[in-house]
């Protein structure tokens, strides 16, 4: 749901973030005794992402999960009917070449606003 603006932009920083690394593509490190040389590139060792996803405080398991086996002798189980959760939570997490850096979930309730990612931003820079 990005305006045409927002696409521009994010064209542009990719075509940007492409650029260096072909640039930084051809340099070569040691990657450790006992192997080859091989080439790397700095600038995707240097590059944080980021990104924001809804994640639902409960989810029911299917029919399918929920199977047992059991004797035919035996009471068939009870299932209640679970309704999905109406409670969803924001999660935004930040990875790096090597990993996730920082995954920072939201209080129920709370939204995120400028103060609130610059937190977090504070929270990413610490572990880095």
Not at 9 to 37: A, M, Y
Not at 72 to 78: A, D, G, I, L, R
Not at 112 to 119: L, M, P, S, V
């Given at each position: 749901?990005?305006?045409?603006?927002?696409?521009?932009?994010?064209?542009?920083?990719?075509?940007?973030?492409?650029?260096?690394?072909?640039?930084?593509?051809?340099?070569?490190?040691?990657?450790?005794?006992?192997?080859?040389?091989?080439?790397?590139?700095?600038?995707?060792?240097?590059?944080?992402?980021?990104?924001?996803?809804?994640?639902?405080?409960?989810?029911?398991?299917?029919?399918?999960?929920?199977?047992?086996?059991?004797?035919?002798?035996?009471p068939?189980?009870?299932?209640?009917?679970?309704?999905?959760?109406?409670?969803?939570?924001?999660?935004?997490?930040?990875?790096?070449?090597?990993?996730?850096?920082?995954?920072?979930?939201?209080?129920?309730?709370?939204r995120?606003?400028?103060?609130?990612?610059?937190?977090?931003?504070?929270?990413?820079?610490?572990?880095?």
């Amino acid at each position: 749901m990005l305006s045409d603006e927002h696409k521009r932009q994010r064209v542009k920083i990719s075509q940007i973030l492409l650029h260096w690394c072909q640039q930084e593509c051809d340099e070569t490190v040691d990657v450790g005794p006992g192997r080859d040389h091989h080439a790397r590139n700095k600038l995707l060792e240097q590059l944080i992402i980021g990104d924001e996803t809804w994640l639902h405080l409960s989810t029911p398991e299917t029919k399918r999960h929920s199977m047992t086996w059991k004797h035919p002798s035996f009471p068939v189980p009870k299932k209640f009917k679970v309704q999905p959760s109406a409670t969803k939570v924001m999660a935004t997490v930040f990875w790096d070449s090597r990993g996730m850096i920082l995954l920072d979930i939201l209080p129920k309730g709370e939204r995120i606003n400028a103060d609130r990612y610059c937190e977090t931003l504070d929270r990413l820079r610490h572990a880095v």
